[in-house]
Nanobody, 115 residues
């Protein structure tokens, strides 16, 4: 019923770019805060970027200046534009929808940065 589906992951060379999408259904998308997280093998899941229902944005220090989060409420979709990618960005990227009462996770999409 509630679904978050990520897409856009893949293999890219260092310095390259990738755009991730997360399409939501089963929620009133416009009232949810949205976020992107990532998890590399052997590491904890970490928060990457967030955008509130009022479109305020925040970024982890490790991606600030390189990544941009945005949302299109008409399409029920949140995006993560990733530029100047580094090997250490390699991870499974997942999106999350939050309000004061509930949260939902997508299944994730693999991003691999390698030459």
């Amino acid at each position: 019923q509630v679904q978050l589906v990520e897409s856009g992951g893949g293999l890219v060379q260092p310095g390259g770019s990738l755009r991730l999408s997360c399409a939501a259904s089963g929620i009133i998308f416009s009232v949810y805060d949205m976020g992107w997280y990532r998890q590399a093998p052997g590491k904890q899941r970490e928060w990457v970027a967030g955008i509130t229902s009022s479109r305020a944005t925040r970024y982890a220090d490790s991606v600030k200046g390189r990544f941009t989060i945005s949302r299109d409420n008409a399409k029920n979709t949140v995006y993560l534009q990733m530029n100047s990618l580094k090997p250490e960005d390699t991870a499974v990227y997942s999106c999350k929808a939050d309000n004061r009462y509930s949260s939902y996770w997508g299944q994730g999409t693999q991003v691999t940065v390698s030459s």
